[in-house]
């Protein structure tokens, strides 16, 4: 079967994918999605936006990864994919040991109820049009998720779960809060049972106070339903507290992943680094912290014609001579820790 | 002694009647409310125009030919609004005409919106060729003369009341389509319309119950619009011969005939302008309130 084969077109992952075939819930190898970019009245093709760019990772049934990265690195585009809202150019995607990324629509509509997003704006991601019970119960009646005439008492439930009121059925989206409106979406997901939540910034649209809320939400729900997440979000402070691995990812690629603690004590890529700098230090102790802060400049480069080479480096604070042309792949360097830069050996061997 | 007061008035405030909550509302949708007046004045009079109007609209009689309306002097009070050129009461066939006017603007509109907003939906949804095909057709639509297509349309169908409504749907349909196809593009993005899909609702149904009920404000200002515009251009089209024919009642056909004694009979072509005119603003008015209504950011509980 495909996964346990390793593939020669994706150097990365020969060395650094997670052994397969042990239980993993989502298995993701050699993923790229490539927008065209059209010009012109007979819409050529002049060229592309590399926004995922080979991305190998895995998911065990109840783990929470948590997907990093400055705005445009494609950590969205990665959900979006999993999901099959984009069509991946390349990769699969196991899920189960199952292929999903060339199913048919039919044959996918079984893997639509496993994986489920929770969106980033939620003003955006209600229909202004239905009421609560419609956004939340509409699945379920499409789906016969629950027995005909059920579907209300289960939405009832699904409120209560995400911490509403049941008679909130009965309202519009606009009547609720930022943080209700995605308690709302929460729901939504859950309805469908799944066994995958993909969230997509969850929390970066919300009063900072609500975060903590919505984050914790997410964590009970976890253990409850034995479900796994792939939470994505530009602020590694949101996904330290619920995360067991982290996924850092620069314009396209992933460049380390870790174990939640392995990546705050001992970051291993200039780039993780640089990111763990920018995390606010609130205590005042911090200040002497504060000094060896080691902030990156400048912005992250374009995916339309991305840097030869490292495509860090334009960018890295450690930055040599060969960065310009090796391209490292993501090598395991310890227990679960997995580095793509020159300076841990990548690409030297 | 201060009285002790007996109810607490901000209680009182905090609960108004039903009465006075309808009125305000109203009064907030006053321009809406005498639009439904009139647009209800239509109706009535479209239902019940045999019971309402003093005269039979057909009858003729050339001693009775081009009385003044009532108001001016020599009119009679019998004849309101005076007589055509014909001896027919005027009053009577501007009253019969609401049928051919209403009638005429739904049934034209409802076919307008069932070619126009498939197209635009399937068009905006699904983008590439299909939006090509389409978008090419509504241009063409749009830069061919309404006239032209009319006349055309009229001359191979015949002239009819239902072939008036063909000619007027088949026409007017383009704008819809480019309403519906704009907006539909705006929404299949919105992160409400992935999230529909990522419950792997069927493409219909994402179309019909997720886009579809978010145009509506859109359409249904449109719509009204057009409604407005149908009864207009089919007084135009009767009005050159090409859509109801006389002796039947149209609007059109009495302005048409009211033209030869603009001069000195005026008011043979002034009533029936008048009423299309009225019909015409009851309609859009109408129409801008239901758009504040279906509106649920603005509707305020």
Not at chain 1, 271 to 298: C, D, H, N
Not at chain 2, 248 to 259: D, I, K, Q
């Amino acid at each position: 079967m495909g996964p346990l084969i390793p593939d020669s077109r994706f150097p990365s992952h020969s060395t650094s994918a997670p052994a397969v075939g042990d239980g993993y819930l989502l298995e993701v190898q050699g993923l790229k999605k490539h927008f065209p970019i059209r010009k012109g009245l007979l819409g050529r093709t002049v060229g592309y936006v590399y926004a995922v760019d080979g991305v190998s990772f895995a998911i065990r049934r109840g783990e929470t990864l948590g997907l990093v990265g400055e705005s445009g690195c494609g950590k969205s585009t990665i959900g979006r994919c999993l999901l099959r809202l984009y069509e991946a150019t390349d990769g699969q995607i196991f899920f189960q040991g199952m292929d999903i990324s060339k199913l048919s629509p039919g044959e996918m509509i079984q893997f639509r109820t496993r994986i489920q997003m929770i969106f980033q704006d939620p003003y955006s991601s209600l229909n202004p049009r239905l009421r609560v019970r419609e956004i939340i119960g509409e699945s379920l009646r499409v789906h016969n998720l629950v027995p005909q005439g059920d579907w209300q008492d289960r939405v009832r439930e699904l409120l209560a779960e995400v911490g509403l009121q049941p008679d909130h059925m009965a309202r519009y989206p606009h009547e609720f809060s930022g943080g209700q409106r995605q308690r709302i979406g929460v729901a939504r997901s859950l309805a469908m049972n799944p066994d995958l939540i993909v969230a997509d910034e969850p929390v970066s649209a919300l009063d900072v106070s609500i975060q903590a809320q919505v984050i914790n939400l997410l964590d009970s729900l976890k253990d409850k339903h034995g479900l796994s997440y792939i939470v994505i979000a530009h602020d590694l402070a949101v996904v330290e507290h619920i995360s067991d691995r982290i996924a850092v990812m620069y314009l396209g690629k992933l460049v380390e992943t870790a174990r939640d603690r392995d990546l705050y004590l001992n970051p291993k890529h200039p780039y993780t680094e640089a990111l763990l700098s920018a995390v606010p230090i609130p205590a005042p102790g911090g200040r002497e912290r504060r000094k060896s802060r080691k902030l990156i400049q400048g912005d992250v480069a374009s995916p339309i014609n991305p840097p030869s080479g490292c495509r860090f480096h334009t960018r890295c604070l450690k930055t040599m001579e060969e960065c310009r042309r090796i391209d490292p792949p993501l090598i395991e360097i310890g227990p679960e820790h997995h580095v793509a830069c020159l300076l841990w050996g990548g690409g030297r061997s | 002694m201060a009285e002790i007061p007996t109810s607490n008035p901000e209680i009182d405030e905090a609960a108004p009647s039903v009465l006075s909550l309808v009125l305000r509302k109203m009064w907030h949708l006053r321009m809406g409310v005498l639009g439904a007046l009139l647009i209800f004045c239509l109706i009535f009079i479209a239902l019940f125009c045999p019971y309402v109007s003093p005269h039979d609209p057909f009858k003729q009689d050339i001693t009775k030919r081009l009385w003044k309306p009532a108001f001016m002097e020599g009119g009679k009070a019998e004849y309101l609004l005076g007589t055509d050129h014909l001896g027919r009461d005027l009053l009577t066939r501007i009253l019969y005409g609401t049928r051919i006017s209403l009638v005429v603007g739904l049934a034209a509109v409802i076919l307008m919106l069932t070619v126009g907003v498939t197209l635009g939906l399937v068009a905006g949804y699904f983008g590439g060729r299909a939006d090509a095909v389409i978008s090419f057709l509504v241009n063409c639509m749009m830069g061919f003369p309404f006239i032209l297509l009319a006349m055309s349309l009229v001359a191979v169908l015949g002239a009819s009341l239902q072939n008036i409504i063909i000619a007027l749907g088949l026409t007017g349909w383009p704008v819809f389509t480019r309403v519906t196809r704009i907006e539909t593009m705006k929404l299949r993005d919105r992160e409400f319309v992935l999230a529909a899909k990522s419950l792997a609702f069927s493409t219909r149904r994402i179309l019909v119950r997720h886009i579809l009920p978010n145009l509506l404000p859109a359409i249904l200002v449109l719509a009204t619009v057009e409604v407005a515009r149908a009864i207009i251009r089919e007084s135009l089209l009767s009005f050159l011969g090409l859509g109801i024919q006389p002796p039947t009642p149209s609007w059109g056909v009495m302005l048409a005939e009211g033209r030869d004694y603009m001069l000195l009979q005026w008011w043979l072509a002034a009533f029936p302008g008048m009423a299309i005119f009225m019909s015409a603003l009851g309609i859009n008015l109408l129409g801008d309130a239901l758009r504040d209504l279906v509106d649920p950011y603005l509707r305020k509980t």
